[in-house]
Every structure is written in structure tokens, then in C-alpha cells.
């Protein structure tokens, strides 16, 4: 289904509180407040204290990115650091966690990073869903389902109109047959754009399924993300309650369990076919 994935290896990523949460004004950011000469100073810094952790060459490229605050990769021996400039003004408990999950697999480090990050998240650069969309392709018209006039519908039937939301086809993501496992669909809250996998446009997938997976990303832009026990949690009691409103719930169900092979052994068609 479309649960939520851990970023891969090497990489932090966050994403934004879902639409129709309170927002707060954004703070200056790190850049603005230190200027850069001593940002360049303090990043400076901040390679002497990661190095002396890692104890290994590296070096650091501070980033104002809007996704991915962390993410490092290795070259000529060199292991290249990118970081979101909130990072600049990071505490020692940080950087030795930064250093820990650099060095290799570790949850407890891993999750103070994250806890940073969200205590930071005024930091990052906003970018309007507007914005972020045009810099996508949204294709909603499949060989077989029509997306939109999916979303429509079920907008109307279940959320009082239209929802503040696109709807695409995703591109086709490449992977060794036979999948292990398939992400259906997935919701962007940045971006407001909800994703379908594409090996759901088959004329075997019924659209009564593939309105399900639509469904379910429509609650992720209902209920958004709430936290406990500083962990993110997009399954909540009333969202799940919510999805089981869905008329053929046990059906779609029943007809994934049963087609799990067709979706797995899915592979687009080859360029000349199109």
C-alpha cells in the first residue's frame, strides 16, 4: 500500500506539516543571520568537528535545499558531506549523532537527526504546492484510468467537492522483476500531489481498486501527519476508521491479496510501443 518509507542510506529528507495544518512564520534563515563570511567560518568549523568524529577525509557543502537536509557520497577517496545550513549551529549532541550515522546503520542517531530537523523545519525555504507542481509533470489521463475524473468523484462523494490537490501518473520507477514489494501511491503534502503508481493502468486493475488507492491518498491530505512520542504517524486510528468508509474496502482488499503477482511482475512497455 502507500505507507510511508524510510529515506535510503546516505540521505535525510524532510517533509513539510500537511496542508491545513497552522503554519508559522518562517524565521530568518542561518544564512541571512550569520552572512557569508561567517558562514564560511562556521562551516568551516563544522568540518573540524565532523572530521575529528568520523576520522576519515571529508568535506562539507552547506545546501538550502528544500527536501533533502542531509546526504553525503564518496569520491577519489573523499567522502562529500551536504548539508541543510541549519546544521551550521548544531549543538555537539548533533554532530556526534551526525557523525554516528555517517559512520554506519544507527537508529538512536538517526532519529536525533530527524528530531533536529523537525525542531528546524522553520529553517528550510518554503516553496509554494503551485510552484512545486509546475516543476512536475502531472499526467492524469492513463491508458485505461482516468486519475481525475477518479479524484472528482470521489471528492464529491466523500469530502464535500473538490480537494486541493493534483493527481499524476508516476513515472515508472525502476526495479529488478519480480518486485519484492510496489508503493501504489503516495501523497506530497508540499506539493499537494498525489501519486499512482503506473502498473495500475492495466486494463486487468479495476478502476473500483484503483479508486481505492486514490482514496487512501486523499486521507493522507485530509488527516495529514501528527507525532507521538516524537516518531511521524500517517496510519491514525480515525484515518484508518475513515478509509474503511470506503464502499468496495473489502473488496479492493480481497482482488490486491489476489493480484499481488500481476502488480509485482509489472514492467512498462517498451518506448516504441507508445
Partial sequence: MARSELPNRGERTHRSPAAGRTARAALPSTRAILGRPLEATWSEALQRRLRA???QALRIRVTDNVHTMLSFSRADGVLEVRLHHMFLLAPDPVIEALARYI??????ASSALDRFIQRH???????????RRKRMRIRARGRWHD?????????ERYFGGPIDCAITWGPAPRAVLPRKSIKLGSYSADARLI?????????????????????????????GVSRRGGKRCVHTADFCADEQRYPDYARARG????????????????????
Fill in 53 to 55: 568524529r568520523v576520522a
Fill in 103 to 108: 559512520r554506519g546503520s544507527d537508529p538512536e
Fill in 121 to 131: 523545519r522553520r529553517l528550510i525555504r518554503r516553496v509554494p504546492a503551485h510552484v
Fill in 147 to 155: 486519475l481525475q475524473a477518479i479524484l472528482d468523484e470521489l471528492g
Fill in 195 to 223: 501519486r499512482i503508481h503506473p502498473a495500475l493502468d492495466q486494463e486487468a486493475v479495476p478502476r473500483f481498486f484503483v479508486a481505492w488507492i486514490v482514496f487512501h491518498e486523499m486521507l493522507h491530505h485530509r488527516h
Fill in 255 to 274: 482482488w490486491e491479496r489476489d493480484n499481488l503477482d500481476l502488480l509485482l511482475s509489472w514492467a512498462p512497455a517498451p518506448r516504441w510501443l507508445h
